[in-house]
């Protein structure tokens, strides 16, 4: 008999629950609060039935209401583990992490100051033991935020609030049961009482829950491609992990269940959504919510049944010390929201929140379910006194029913007082002046419908004309609109497009278009942009919309992984993720505008139109301009990942044609079953996303470099073995001014741009940059930032030293390019001075005892690869004139050959070659990096080197003079050559 009375007690609860939610919001209550009230009247009702003699026919019923067939520890398993994941499940996770440090305070800092603050303030007064009144404090130091939470989504308050709120109680649960578990342990002589031991175990214990939670996650989330069309089999896996995960951890890992499950909600949460389909992940969380909501109104309903039994006995002096634990409650939050937030704010850890907001939270702070079940629990326990029992019980029980009663019902009341509930004067203009187009169109669209359907234009009249007098009522309140400042009405619209874009997202995401990987960083970028549009305008709209075009930790971490320990995979795979998030990104830029053009130019206007076009055309700009910098360096990559979208794209088409077939009863069951599943494959093809191969081949690297193409296979294998392939970022500097050198770069592709104080050049595929300062062994004197995306292959400084004595022809090429830049460099307009780079690297090698023939004038089909003026060579801005330039260069190699004779000449008839690295010392202290400028105070002020003998040293000096004067002179002849080619270039186009 006892069964079917627990089925029929059940049954009742059920049929009570779903009764109290209208009842609830007919009575403008929360819930929870309506839930404890008849929860108690339950409890009581049931008493008096089971004792009173008047009769005895309820007696079976209600035994079953007072004596509930479950305890504490039953009510934790069932209950808690469902409620922990389906709160971690509804979370922006990624939106959490941002106000993560607010988080943290309110949820483990505010439970130990909770826990602290009345214990101590008990202690004095109850005669209990300091751990018992430090186990109370614990017990009611959860809070539950469901009634917050809800009370903010309907007066619109930001949305960080709610996450702030709802990650306190997830958070805060953890802790509280933790050191509810370690005083507990304290208490029965179970634990010792060593401060030390007891932080330890809590470490122990939080550590602990996040390693296992995290593992058997991610273990659960690579079962899911295996049930994708399986939305049930989902769901029950979903619902047999954190039970799984609960009993594993307190049970067995001897850790915390509490965390292990909200760490595993939270990884689910991440991963999940990329490998269900959109329609699977929604229908786990319908299901996930109707759990969830079953479980939270019978574990509230079930705890306020017993309410009556925990306040038995209740004595005068517990209406003091409750009191007192309400006083303490109150002040340990008031301390930590108002004195502990403003100082994370002002250290930069989190945003500031408004005052009113903080009094909302403070208030805010009910209890509930958790706190009645640990009260439970400790009635329950065998090795505590029934004074402690009793103690802890009644004034957890007592504390509980005041924040439900007093707390819970003016909560409401507090936020009409403090006008949160009322729109502000933005919001209030925006609401006339859309109510008056709304109900203008809808005008537009009665008279319409009355001449389809031929109703009588009197009939019509009537309704058509109240439309009419409620838009013009609500034309002549949006004079408001008039009287905002543009920059308010700039915010509204730009408010309005955080919010379309959010909308759009989801659209994209349920229509398949947009992978489930990347649709959680899309809502979260979105949400960011709501929330710091509506909190700093436009700016914020601008900082929101520009960071996710940034390189974040991730991407640096992989490139660190390449160029260290040579591993592509995860730089790879952050590449592939950029591409795919940049495209998309760039589909939703276009919406916007259209949706700005649309629907908010009717609303504020012309001009506030044009300002939102003008700062959505920017954004779509600069998505573009990251998008042809991916482009340029991965050209295929691109093309097929736009193939892949618009292949997602036509089947969603095709699935859409299938069930409108359908529904028009064109197509039978069996054949529209038929053809989805052609369709399921179609789109299971078109979501395996191509694999993005970086390049960064050695061999192929080297082969195809020009420098080295020419080189036989034997040395090409021999300069590979020193060089190390390096991938480049835009923006990323490369090489720092003032540095030493360490090593030189040789441009396999892209483009870098060198800066120096006056001038900055651009070099491209087939350049090297960084080695004049290997061969003076002096320090870099410009930046080297990349343009685009790069591909380099660098080589130490012995390395390249070693290379350029073992192989003439390379350092003929090194020669030739550090001549031409010279050359670049002295066609700047407002370059004049003289840079040394010719000379310097001339002398740092032992240059061939024969002076070089001088090579044929050039055109421009016979130019060297290294020379032409596309973006693979020498990036974009070279153009016409840097053609001219290096033709220049290639008419003025044998003047410069003569004047290398000359200096050659003059150099033999020094005693040795140690003399020559002295006089080359002499004249190479700057040690440049190819761009930079030997100053003549710091010649002048250097000292001469020793020489073993004076007339080796007048002879070296005269010779060093002689040829850099020689060299010098041809540098003029040739900047001048330059400049008179470019007349002659500029005349001819004109």
């Known amino acids: 008999m006892e069964t079917p009375l627990i089925t029929g007690a059940f049954a009742l609860l059920l049929l009570t629950i779903s009764l109290l939610q209208p009842l609830a919001r007919r009575l403008g209550l929360a819930p929870s609060v309506l839930l404890a009230m008849v929860g108690t009247m339950i409890g009581i009702l049931a008493t008096y039935l089971l004792h009173t003699p008047k009769t005895d026919a309820f007696n079976m019923i209600a035994y079953v209401f007072v004596n509930p067939p479950l305890n504490s520890e039953m009510i934790l398993y069932i209950f808690l583990p469902i409620l922990l994941f389906q709160t971690s499940l509804t979370l922006d996770v990624r939106r959490l992490f941002e106000d993560l440090a607010p988080i943290l305070v309110m949820a483990v800092v505010a439970v130990f100051v909770a826990t602290g603050f009345i214990g101590l303030a008990l202690y004095p007064l109850s005669g209990m033991s300091l ?256 004074e402690i029992s009793g103690f802890i019980t009644r004034l957890a029980t007592g504390f509980v029913l005041f924040t439900l009663l007093v707390y819970g019902t003016s909560l409401k009341p507090l936020i009409r007082l403090l006008g949160l509930n009322r729109l502000n004067t933005r919001d209030e203009a925006l609401r006339t002046q859309f109510l008056a187009l709304a109900l203008s169109d809808v005008r537009h669209g009665i008279e319409s419908a009355a001449r389809n359907y031929h109703i009588e234009p009197r009939v019509a009249h009537e309704v058509i004309q109240e439309y009419e007098d409620r838009a013009t009522q609500a034309a002549s309140e949006t004079n408001m609109l008039e009287e905002l400042k543009d920059w308010d009405r700039v915010r509204m619209g730009l408010i309005a497009l955080a919010d379309r874009e959010q909308q759009l997202v989801l659209s994209h995401f349920h229509e398949k278009t947009i992978s489930g990987r990347s649709v959680s960083k899309f809502l979260a970028i979105t949400g960011r942009t709501g929330d710091l549009t509506r909190s700093e305008g436009r700016s914020g709209y601008n900082r929101a919309t520009r960071q996710p075009l940034r390189f974040g930790l991730g991407f640096r971490i992989a490139q660190t992984l390449q160029r260290r320990l040579r591993i592509t995979r995860p ?127 050695t061999r192929d690297l080297v082969s195809g470099h020009p420098l080295f193409a020419e080189l036989p296979a034997k040395q090409q294998k021999a300069i590979r073995r020193k060089m190390r392939p390096q991938f480049a970022t835009p923006n990323e500097l490369l090489i720092r001014r003032g540095d030493r050198g360490d090593a030189a770069y040789f441009i396999a592709s892209g483009a870098v741009e060198v800066r120096t104080p006056t001038h900055t050049v651009r070099l491209g595929r087939g350049d090297v940059f960084g080695e004049i300062a290997l061969m003076t062994g002096g320090r870099r004197s410009a930046d080297v930032v990349a343009l685009g995306y790069c591909q380099l292959l660098c080589l130490s400084a012995n390395d390249f030293r070693m290379q350029m004595e073992q192989h003439p022809e390379l350092r003929k090429h090194v020669i030739k390019l550090s001549k031409q830049r010279q050359l670049m460099n002295t066609d700047q307009p407002d370059a004049d001075y003289e840079d040394p780079v010719i000379s310097q690297f001339t002398l740092a090698l032992p240059l061939p005892t024969e002076a070089p023939e001088p090579e044929p004038e050039q055109t421009e089909e016979d130019a060297p690869d290294f020379l032409s003026a596309d973006d693979d060579t020498l990036g974009e801005g070279r153009g016409e004139a840097d053609n001219a330039a290096s033709t220049a260069a290639e008419t003025a190699d044998h003047n410069t050959a003569e004047a290398e004779t000359s200096a050659e000449t003059k150099r033999s008839d ?77 005349k001819e186009t004109a």
């Open 131 to 386: 751990v018992t009144c430090l186990l109370l404090g614990a017990i009611v130091a959860t809070t539950d935020p469901v009634a917050v939470v809800a009370i903010f989504r309907d007066i619109g308050a930001p949305g960080r609030l709610g996450r702030i709120v709802e990650g306190e109680s997830l958070l805060n649960d953890a802790a509280a049961i933790v050191i509810f578990v370690i005083l507990l342990g304290i208490l029965t002589g179970q634990h010792s009482i060593n401060g030390g031991e007891a932080f330890v175990a809590l470490a122990r214990s939080f550590a602990g829950g996040v390693i296992v939670g995290t593992i058997i996650a991610r273990a659960a989330v690579m079962l899911l491609p295996v049930m994708r069309d399986l939305p049930l089999a989902q769901v029950t896996l979903s619902l047999a992990l954190p039970y799984g995960i609960y009993v594993l951890s307190d049970q067995f890992a001897d850790v915390s269940g509490v965390v292990a499950v909200v760490c595993a909600g939270i990884v689910f949460n991440l991963y999940g959504p990329a490998r269900i389909q959109p329609a699977g992940w929604q229908f786990l969380h319908s299901v996930w919510e109707q759990i969830a909501f079953w479980a939270a109104s019978l574990i509230f309903l079930l705890s306020s049944i017993l309410i009556p039994r925990f306040v038995e006995g209740f004595k005068p002096i517990d209406i003091l010390l409750l009191f007192v634990v309400i006083i303490a409650s109150l002040a340990a939050r008031a301390v930590v929201i108002f004195g502990l937030l403003p100082v994370l704010s002002s250290l930069g850890a989190g945003q500031a929140v408004n005052n009113k907001y903080k009094t909302v939270i403070m208030w805010g702070g009910m209890r509930g379910a958790v706190t009645l079940t640990l009260a439970l629990s400790v009635s329950e326990h065998a090795m505590l006194t029934d």
């Open 571 to 697: 730089l790879a795979i952050r590449l592939a993720d950029r591409f795919e998030f940049l495209l998309v990104y760039r589909i939703l830029g276009s919406e916007l505008i259209e949706f700005n053009t649309r629907r908010i130019r009717p609303l504020l206007g012309d001009r506030v139109s044009d300002i939102l076009n003008d700062t959505l055309s920017i954004r779509l700009e600069e998505t573009v301009q990251a998008i042809d910098a991916l482009r340029l360096q991965y050209p295929d990559y691109a093309d097929a990942l736009e193939r892949q979208f618009l292949q997602k794209t036509g089947v969603r088409l095709e699935e859409t044609a299938f069930d409108e077939a359908k529904d028009q009863m064109l197509i039978g069951s069996e054949l529209h079953q038929d053809l989805l599943r052609d369709v399921e494959r179609s789109r299971k093809a078109s979501h395996q996303r191509p694999k993005l191969d970086l390049g960064l081949k």
């Open 910 to 986: 020094a005693p040795s070659s140690i003399d020559q690295e002295n006089a080359f010392t002499a004249l190479g202290e700057a040690k440049v990096d190819g761009l930079t400028e030997e100053k003549p105070s710091e010649a002048a002020d250097r000292p001469e080197p020793e020489l073993p003998e004076e007339t080796a040293e007048t002879s070296e000096s005269k010779a060093e003079a002689d040829a850099e004067t020689d060299i010098n002179t041809e540098t003029e002849a040739e900047a001048s050559q330059v400049r008179d080619r470019k007349e002659e270039t500029k």
